[in-house]
C-alpha cells in the first residue's frame, strides 16, 4: 500500500509561485511513475504533469507548460510542483497520484494511477 501526502497549497495573487509537495510512503518509490492532477470547482478533474520513475520523462499540460515544473527526489520520497505565473484559472484542489508500474510512460489518464492523496488547495487570487 502507498500513501500520498500533499502539502504546500495556500492562497497566492496571480503572478505568484507555490510550490506543491508530495511525499509517498514505501519502499518503491523510485519505481513509480508519479503525476499531479487538479480539480476546479463545477470541473472535472484533469491532468496537470506526470514524471517517469527516473525523471527523464516528464509531459505537461498545454495549460501549464512553461509555467510549472514536476520534479522527484528519490531519496526524500518526495515528489514536486514548481507553479510559478499563476494565474486564477489554476484554482483548484491539486492532488498527486502514483502508478506503481515504472516500465509505463507517464501517463495523462487519471485511471492509470493506483494511488492518490488526499488533495491540497492553490487558491490564486486576480
Known amino acids: 500500500q502507498v500513501q500520498l501526502v500533499e502539502s504546500g497549497g495556500g492562497l497566492v495573487q496571480a503572478g505568484g509561485s507555490l510550490r506543491l509537495s508530495c511525499a509517498a510512503s514505501?519502499?518503491?518509490?523510485?519505481?513509480?511513475?508519479m503525476g499531479w492532477f487538479r480539480r476546479a470547482p463545477g470541473k472535472e478533474r484533469e491532468f496537470v504533469a506526470a514524471?517517469?520513475?527516473?525523471?527523464?520523462?516528464?509531459f505537461y499540460a498545454d495549460s501549464v507548460k512553461g509555467r510549472f515544473t514536476i520534479s522527484r527526489d528519490n531519496v526524500k520520497n518526495t515528489v514536486y510542483l514548481q507553479m510559478n505565473s499563476l494565474k486564477p484559472e489554476d484554482t483548484a484542489v491539486y492532488y498527486c497520484?502514483?502508478?506503481?508500474?515504472?516500465?509505463?510512460?507517464?501517463?495523462?489518464?487519471?485511471?492509470?494511477?493506483?494511488?492518490w492523496g488526499q488533495g491540497t488547495q492553490v487558491t490564486v487570487s486576480s
Open positions: 497520484a502514483a502508478d506503481p508500474d515504472g516500465r509505463r510512460i507517464p501517463s495523462r489518464l487519471g485511471y492509470v494511477y493506483d494511488y
Open positions: 514505501g519502499r518503491t518509490f523510485t519505481n513509480y511513475v
Open positions: 514524471m517517469s520513475w527516473s525523471g527523464v520523462i516528464t
